[in-house]
T-cell receptor, first 112, second 117 residues
């Protein structure tokens, strides 16, 4: 199994809603990442977890809250988002905190 | 700080022809990795090819090869015998494996490749 699986694929939420994005991998990778990608732009790193501990937070607003329940799962909890948060959210994993990322196919988020 | 520059926002190639995508980068590190990722409309970022800076030999993966010029800080991607399925956004990326807060990918702005039948 060499995949990173993200759910849901699409999500529409209101600015007062609370929702969660989920990411799962079974490759034994110990580092997991959340990226945000706007249309026709490169991915921007948001968070990095290494051995289930948050190791990098790229000054992301607190309305985004990551969680790593175990080495295979990564969640991104969303609350009180703004329309400008609409984007593709990509999850990735790698063997320890190294640079070769394996990406999921993303969640397309629309905030209305 | 490291930077990655892709100067070609869009490129077009005829099917079965060869195309080269350009990438330059800036770093003061001696040990690093360079990558080309492909992102088709399906959205998934797919690793195309990877180059370790300490290796002088250019990486090759089937129809994909790189021209790595370390002194010039240049890392171009050559796609031979282009196929319709090669149409995608291509991102050049830099990574430093030396730990701490620098362990993250730095992406270029991307090149949108169209393949004409």
């Amino acid at each position: 199994d060499t995949e990173v699986t993200q759910t849901p694929k699409h999500l529409v939420m209101g600015m007062t809603n609370k929702k969660s994005l989920k990411c799962e991998q079974h490759m034994g990778h110990r580092a997991m990442y959340w990226y945000k990608q706007k249309a026709k732009k490169p991915p921007e790193l948001m968070f990095v977890y290494s051995y289930e501990k948050l190791s990098i937070n790229e000054s992301v607003p607190s309305r985004f809250s990551p969680e790593c329940p175990n080495s295979s799962l990564l969640n991104l909890h969303l609350h009180a988002l703004q329309p400008e948060d609409s984007a593709l959210y990509l999850c990735a994993s790698s063997q320890e905190v190294k640079v070769r990322n394996t990406f999921g196919s993303g969640t397309r988020l629309t905030v209305v | 700080a490291q930077t990655v520059t892709q100067s070609q926002p869009e490129m077009s190639v005829q099917e079965a022809e060869t195309v080269t995508l350009s990438c330059t980068y800036d770093t003061s590190e001696s040990d690093y990795y360079l990558f080309w990722y492909k992102q088709p409309p399906s959205r998934q970022m797919i690793l195309v090819i990877r180059q370790e800076a300490y290796k002088q030999q250019n990486a090759t993966e089937n129809r994909f090869s790189v021209n790595f010029q370390k002194a010039a800080k240049s890392f171009s991607l050559k796609i031979s015998d282009s196929q319709l399925g090669d149409a995608a956004m291509y991102f050049c990326a830099y990574g430093n494996p030396n730990g701490g807060a620098t362990n993250k990918l730095i992406f270029g702005t991307g090149t949108l490749l169209a393949v004409q039948p």
